[in-house]
């Protein structure tokens, strides 16, 4: 257990359904990012935070994917109009970000299935 | 953003010390090498982190010759546990992560 918690740890939904998935932190960490896998296949960055400032999105980050950190602690991913290619472990990450030092803790990540 | 290469995969027998090689010829100067392991349904895990020549901690050796165009991440009498894939990664520390296909290794009795 690294300290970072991910909810839920699956989703099963059907195209065209909406979709939020919940991330909580390391609490003293500043820094929260999104990253999306796929089977076979590295994590993709999505996006991240410092603070409640959302800094860089990636192109992978389509209009029906929004992110928010409200408070600078815990993060919610929101999927839109789900497609079939949206299926994929969703992970959550964060770290303190500090100048000389940037270790990410990864939460267990959001397995999710459209059907 | 420098791009790393590296086996797709390796196997070992309980015991040995396994070296996986990632060659990142486009390395910056502010880049750092950080190496990550990830088991099944997991997120990923830090190993290890260096910038040049040698750095080791508890669980790993990460070798960084002096052009830094290569590294190695040495691990001292794997066990089964250790069957994981490993992703080596270059870039500025606090940034966010650019992950590849990393190494499947898989551990034999």
């Known amino acids: 257990d690294t300290g970072v918690s991910q909810d839920p740890r699956h989703k099963i939904t059907k195209r065209g359904q909406n979709v939020t998935f919940r991330c909580d932190p390391i609490s003293e960490h500043n820094r929260l990012y999104w990253y999306r896998q796929t089977l076979g296949q590295g994590p993709e960055f999505l996006t991240y935070?410092?603070?409640?400032?959302?800094?860089?999105k990636s192109r992978l980050l389509s209009d029906r994917f929004s992110a928010e950190r409200p408070k600078g602690s815990f993060s919610t991913l929101e999927i839109q109009r789900t497609e079939q290619g949206d299926s994929a472990m969703y992970l959550c990450?964060?770290?303190?970000?500090?100048?000389?030092?940037?270790?990410?803790?990864f939460g267990p990540g959001t397995r999710l299935t459209v059907l | 953003l420098a791009k790393t290469t590296q086996p797709i995969s390796m196997d070992s027998y309980e015991g040995q010390e396994v070296n996986i090689t990632c060659s990142h010829n486009n390395i910056a100067t502010n880049d750092y090498i950080t190496w990550y392991q990830q088991f099944p349904s997991q997120g990923p895990r830090f190993i290890i982190q260096?910038?040049?020549t040698k750095v080791t901690n508890e669980v790993a050796s990460l070798f960084i010759p002096a052009d830094r165009k290569s590294s190695t991440l040495s691990l001292p009498r794997v066990s089964l546990s250790d069957t994981a894939v490993y992703y080596c990664l270059v870039g500025v520390h606090t940034d966010k992560l650019i992950f590849g296909t990393g190494t499947r290794l898989q551990v034999f009795p």
């Open positions: 990450a964060s770290s303190l970000g500090r100048d000389n030092y940037n270790e990410q803790f």
């Open positions: 260096g910038y040049k």
């Open positions: 935070f410092q603070n409640e400032a959302q800094l860089e």
